[in-house]
Nanobody, 124 residues
Framework: VQLQASGGGLAQPGGSLRLTCAAS????????MGWFRQAPGKEREFVAA????????NYANAGKGRFTLSRDNAKNTVYLQMNSLKPEDTAVYYC??????????????????WGKGTLVTVSS
């Protein structure tokens, strides 16, 4: 299984970035997909998750109203649109996949597969 995250980079405060996670080696449409992030010196934290159909999404308070998670099962891809970025959004963002897990498990980071991260830096 491979989860390839991309789209990170440098953004100005108030700017936008779209992260992409391309999955392979798994039945993508059977998995809940999530994004997590880890800032320097901090623990990894939950950002957002979307279920297999896209009918359920969950966002951490930090991203509510600013981040939008979507998926395209035909392309085995999940997208995290991040708007109104803040310096505190600076972190390495990780894509992850889970199957047959409840919301609390997903939010706690109990995922089956993890990708390598992509760095997001928000700075003027």
């Amino acid at each position: 299984v491979q989860l390839q995250a991309s789209g990170g980079g440098l953004a100005q405060p108030g700017g936008s970035l779209r992260l992409t996670c391309a999955a392979s080696g798994l039945t993508f449409s059977s998995y809940t997909m999530g994004w997590f992030r880890q800032a320097p010196g901090k623990e990894r934290e939950f950002v957002a998750a979307i279920n297999w159909s896209g009918g359920w999404t969950n966002y951490a308070n930090a991203g509510k109203g600013r981040f939008t998670l979507s998926r395209d099962n035909a392309k085995n891809t999940v997208y995290l649109q991040m708007n109104s970025l803040k310096p505190e959004d600076t972190a390495v963002y990780y894509c992850a996949a889970a199957r047959s897990k409840g919301a609390s498990q997903i939010i706690s980071g109990s995922m089956d597969y993890w990708g390598k991260g992509t760095l997001v830096t928000v700075s003027s």
